[in-house]
């Protein structure tokens, strides 16, 4: 089973500022995808990567995938209150079979 | 509003037990993918069809056996119920195919509590 882990675990932060969140795996993922999820509700995805290498910027949010797609990361500026959240990467094997979770980052953000 | 729904929101029942949870996908979504969600395991993968037949299987109990419809809802259902498996269940969809196949729209969830 490949297995995707991120960090940090738990991040609190205050209105304002910058912050990064990592997606690590030792395999190769075809692809890559990060959703946020609030409590109590389903994730809601927020974008794919695909290539090696690839860079998504959705407002505030910019998404990076490694030049190997074992690893991705989430940049955020400016953080709101509104960006908090539990952030989860997500992927399928690059032999396209198992869909995995990794286990998440919960982001606090405070006013 | 992801355009996904199941029912029932809550369910609590008692040990022993069995039950049913039902999902709709999005309209045109072929692929169906159910998780279980709990505080200390995360969201783990259980199994999906795709345009009813089984796809992928993950994590999922031999107490535990799901199905698509050929109108393509899904039910998921949970059998001799364990304290252990009181968590969130959700249910996702996705149009399965081409670059964008496992881009997966997740409904709201079903809360099940086991007394």
């Known amino acids: 089973t490949q297995l995707l882990e991120q960090s940090p675990q738990f991040l609190s932060i205050q209105e304002g500022e910058n912050l990064t969140v990592y997606c690590n795996s030792s395999?190769?993922?075809?692809?890559l995808q990060w959703y946020r999820q609030e409590p109590g509700e389903g994730p809601v995805l927020l974008v794919t990567?695909?290539?090696?290498?690839e860079v998504k910027k959705l407002k505030r949010l910019t998404f990076q995938f490694g030049d190997a797609r074992k690893d991705s990361s989430l940049h955020i500026t400016a953080a709101q209150p509104g960006d908090t959240g539990l952030y989860l990467c997500?992927?399928?094997?690059?032999?396209?079979?198992?869909?995995?979770f990794g286990p998440g980052t919960r982001l606090s953000v405070l006013p | 509003d992801s355009g996904v729904t199941q029912t029932p929101k809550h369910l609590i029942t008692a040990t022993g037990q069995r039950v049913t949870l039902r999902c709709s996908p999005r309209?045109?979504?072929?692929?169906v993918y159910w998780y279980q969600q709990s505080l200390d395991q995360g969201l783990q993968f259980l199994i999906q069809?795709?345009?009813?037949?089984?796809?992928a299987k993950g994590n999922i109990l031999e107490r535990f056996s799901a199905q698509q419809f050929p109108d393509l809802h899904s039910e998921l259902n949970l059998s001799s119920l364990e304290l252990g498996d009181s968590a969130l269940y959700f249910c996702?969809?996705?149009?399965?195919?081409?670059?964008?196949?496992?881009?997966?729209?997740f409904g709201p969830g079903t809360r099940l509590t086991v007394l």
């Open positions: 997500a992927g399928l094997d690059n032999y396209g079979q198992n869909f995995v």
């Open positions: 996702a969809s996705s149009v399965a195919t081409g670059i964008r196949a496992n881009e997966q729209f």
């Open positions: 990567v695909v290539t090696g290498g």
């Open positions: 309209s045109g979504d072929l692929s």
């Open positions: 395999s190769v993922f075809s692809s």
């Open positions: 069809y795709y345009n009813g037949e089984e796809r």
